[in-house]
């Protein structure tokens, strides 16, 4: 596997390779989303809140489907104001990119000696240096995903960080797969476009 650099990246959007909705600016300006090997992803309207009076334990060995519905119901949904929201030190929430990412499948389409192509999130390190952890443990984002990208944010640190929709809060590391994947899917979150990973036909 190898990383691809930024001007690669531009060339594999171009040609369809990756599909980033909205389109990022190739345009070489101070707000320029794509660093040396990555391009920012930007956070969206929506955050995932856990309620503050769980009393429960919550079973990891819950089948598939089963975790977004439990989510769902031990989490409140908001749409992030204006004046921004507020993640205290400890806390914890889910958001969603505001960009929708795919890695599709192009039969006869072969570059840099890989037809696949797959990527990790991670998060940006100024950021870090406050205590703020970014889709962390799961930063995979695999072959045929196509869908928004749930970010698991947590506030670590000292400080309350306010998060405001569509600031650059991550970074999309993009990188060859050796061989061909069969045709399993991608997971449970294929199309997923809320932060719990469930499909919402409104939000389409």
Do not use: W
Not at 54 to 73: Q, R, W, Y
Not at 83 to 109: D, H, M, W
Not at 117 to 139: K, M, W, Y
Not at 188 to 201: E, M
């Amino acid at each position: 596997m190898s990383v691809l650099s930024n001007t690669t990246i531009k060339e594999c959007i171009n040609n369809g390779r990756i599909i980033i909705e909205p389109k990022p600016s190739f345009e070489a300006t101070d707000n320029c989303p794509f660093d040396p090997c990555s391009v920012q992803l930007h956070i969206g309207d929506k955050l995932q809140i856990p309620r503050d009076d769980l009393k429960l334990a919550f079973d990891l060995s819950l089948p598939k489907g089963k975790l977004t519905e439990t989510l769902d119901m031990i989490s409140e949904t908001i749409t992030i104001p204006k004046s921004g929201y507020i993640l205290e030190p400890g806390k914890f929430c889910l958001a969603q990119t505001l960009e929708r990412v795919s890695f599709p499948r192009l039969e006869g389409n072969t570059f840099q000696s890989a037809k696949a192509l797959a990527g990790r999130i991670e998060g940006r390190s100024s950021f870090a240096r406050t205590g703020l952890f970014v889709h962390f443990t799961a930063p995979t984002i695999h072959f045929e995903f196509d869908g928004t990208i749930t970010l698991e944010l947590l506030n670590h640190g000292p400080m309350p960080l306010v998060l405001r929709p569509k600031l650059a809060i991550c970074q999309l590391i993009v990188e060859t797969v050796r061989g061909l994947p069969d045709a399993e899917g991608s997971g449970q979150f294929q199309n997923q476009n809320t932060p719990s990973g469930t499909v919402d036909p409104k939000s389409k």
